[in-house]
């Protein structure tokens, strides 16, 4: 373990952070969390164009952007509303949930319980991007690496390099701490939400712990440390209280920048963008009568930003594989549900896995049914892949699925414990709110 | 009734995370005499990893970064001979480093590292070193 990997990682994490909460300040939010994944995506957005115009990374192209951003916003932009700040004094549950972060944690970074998917690819990436300064297309274009996704984004791989080039050597506990840092934001965007929805403080104690305590114990116990699955988690969460509350200004540009999040870490935070967008848009739609310019523009430009130039570069150097999709064969249908039986029975998930069933309960909830619709559409999308995906069905889903679940269990477990809480929301609050005069 | 249910789960919740917890600090104890044959189950600090990095560790006194390398592996089956492929070219990132067994026909890898006492036979290729478990080979030079 090295002390300069574990700087670097927290070091990099918090200059874009602070970076990205004046930008995201800037469009109205005072969400922190989605100011920190503001400052991620603008840092993928970075070395994205330094890789396009063909210069290689050095630490002042990483360092210097995101200073002279923090420094020219605090000059000229406003200060970003004031954010909830975390409480002085920690409830019951906070306390659970900050010990289920350092048991995580502390494990991740002997990196005892890291991912193998961290060895197949994801840390091969990254240590080849900080050996190439930049990501080496022509390393994911060989023949041979149609096995090891070539075509995800690569956000994560880019965070490993970075950390990695300002550290000065490849190791592996700072790569580690990444998982940790996004576990925190997971909490933290967790408590926002909490907040968003008006809980009470039990619920708001119960629902950060319930979410703390079965996601450290499936990262311990499946082995998650180092994988991006992470990061898709807390996308769906970031975009939760903009989701809960009447669409604003602020919204729009919090659910974009959790959309472009999405869709820079893994190839099922595509499809994930694109769910998000969409509910928000039909939000928008139903709230205003028509759609605002200047909405769709904080909402799409974002994921579009990301989206746009990965799917380019993948089309450029041929990296999209032809076992991502095919034909639809209805006749999977019982080995999927056979497979997917015995992945409700992972012995690391404890049950919580079961969760997943809960998305069409949710739908009936106005407070929370944009949220339960975004994680529906995302779980009808993963099973339309193994419909139609040409691989080895049963192997696919024992695979993947537990993994997949991940993504989505803890804002189904967040919205669950906001819908326990208001049970019956009075019918003039019908769609769910109460309608509030709609921002920009 | 709704606190009762939460705080049910809250308990099963705390209940998973200290079982996983306590599995993993055993197995970490534990680290140095891991022994699962398969390399899909490898974890890093464990024997069998740290058996092919010291495999490596001679590839790369004999062949030039940024080189591209076959790797090929004694795996009994096809599944072991991929994860273990992964396993060299995650502790070979300086390298292009392709299945042995998958090489596209006539491609020009100039390097082969054979390892597990796998016998590579081909005669356009001259073994430049020779350890107990780890063979590299080169390919001849015309």
Redesign the interface.
């Known amino acids: 373990m090295s002390p300069a990997g574990l700087l670097a990682s927290l070091g990099l994490f918090f200059l874009l952070a602070v970076a990205g909460r004046r930008l995201s300040g800037a469009a109205g939010s005072a969400s922190r969390v989605s100011g920190a994944l503001t400052g991620l995506v603008a840092f993928h957005l970075l070395v994205t164009f330094l890789d396009a115009v063909g210069v290689r990374w050095s630490r002042a192209l990483l360092l210097v952007p995101p200073a002279l951003v923090l420094i020219l916003a605090s000059r000229y932009l406003p200060r970003p509303p004031a954010g909830a700040r975390l409480p002085s004094r920690l409830g019951w549950g906070d306390g659970l949930a900050l010990f289920a972060l350092a048991v995580f944690t502390l494990l991740a970074l002997t990196a005892w319980t890291a991912t193998p998917d961290f060895v197949f690819h994801w840390g091969v990436k990254g240590h080849r991007f900080f050996l190439a300064r930049g990501v080496d297309y022509a390393y994911l274009a060989q023949p041979w690496h149609g096995t090891i996704h070539p075509d995800y984004p690569n956000l994560m791989p880019e965070l490993f390099a970075a950390t990695a080039l300002l550290a000065g050597r490849f190791d592996v506990s700072g790569m580690m701490l990444w998982t940790g840092i996004f576990f925190a934001l997971l909490l933290a965007g967790v408590c926002e939400t909490l907040r968003e929805a008006g809980s009470g403080p039990f619920y708001r104690q119960a629902g950060v712990a319930l979410v703390a305590l079965p996601a450290a114990a499936v990262g311990t116990g499946y082995l998650m440390a180092g994988a991006a699955d992470w990061m898709i988690a807390l996308a769906v969460v970031a975009a939760m209280p903009a989701l809960l509350r009447p669409p604003d200004r602020a919204g729009d540009f919090e659910v974009g920048v959790a959309a472009a999040f999405a869709a820079a870490s893994k190839i099922e935070g595509v499809p994930l963008a694109g769910f998000l967008v969409l509910v928000h848009l039909a939000r928008r739609l139903r709230a205003d009568r028509r759609l605002d310019p200047g909405a769709v523009l904080r909402l799409v430009l974002p994921p579009a930003a990301v989206g746009l130039p990965w799917l380019a570069r993948a089309l450029h150097h041929g990296l999209l594989q032809s076992t991502n999709s095919g034909g639809f064969e209805i006749s999977r249908a019982g080995l999927i549900a056979s497979a997917l039986l015995e992945v409700l029975r992972v012995p690391a998930w404890h049950g919580f896995i079961l969760a997943v069933l809960l998305p069409p309960l949710l739908l009936l909830h106005a407070r929370v049914r944009a949220v339960a619709m975004v994680v529906s559409l995302q779980l009808l999308f993963d099973l339309y892949v193994y419909f139609t995906a040409p691989v080895d069905t049963r192997f696919y889903v024992l695979s993947s699925f537990a993994r997949l679940a991940f993504q989505v269990v803890p804002a189904i477990l967040v919205a669950t414990v906001v819908a326990l809480e208001h049970p019956a929301p009075p019918k003039a609050k019908a769609g769910g709110v109460t309608r509030r005069p709609v921002q920009g | 009734m709704?606190?009762l249910?939460?705080?049910i789960?809250?308990l099963?919740?705390?209940?998973?995370?200290l079982?996983?917890?306590s599995?993993?600090?055993a197995?970490?104890d534990r680290?140095e005499s891991w022994a699962v044959g398969r390399p899909?189950?490898?974890?890093?600090?464990t024997p069998e990893p740290a058996r092919l990095e010291r495999c490596i560790a001679e590839v790369a006194k004999v062949v030039p970064a940024g080189s591209t390398i076959a790797f090929a592996s004694a795996g009994p089956d096809r599944s072991s001979r991929?994860?273990e492929w992964?396993?060299a070219?995650?502790l070979l990132?300086?390298y292009?480093v392709?299945?042995w067994e998958?090489?596209?026909p006539g491609?020009p890898a100039p390097y082969v590292v054979a390892w597990g006492g796998v016998r590579v036979r081909d005669p356009k290729l001259e073994r430049v070193r020779i350890s107990p478990e780890c063979k590299v080979y080169r390919v001849r030079r015309p």
């Open positions: 709704r606190r249910i939460l705080g789960a809250l099963w919740g705390g209940f998973g995370l079982t996983e917890m599995r993993a600090l197995e970490h680290r899909e189950y490898w974890r890093l600090g991929f994860f992964r396993w070219a995650y990132p300086a292009d392709a299945p998958d090489l596209p491609w």
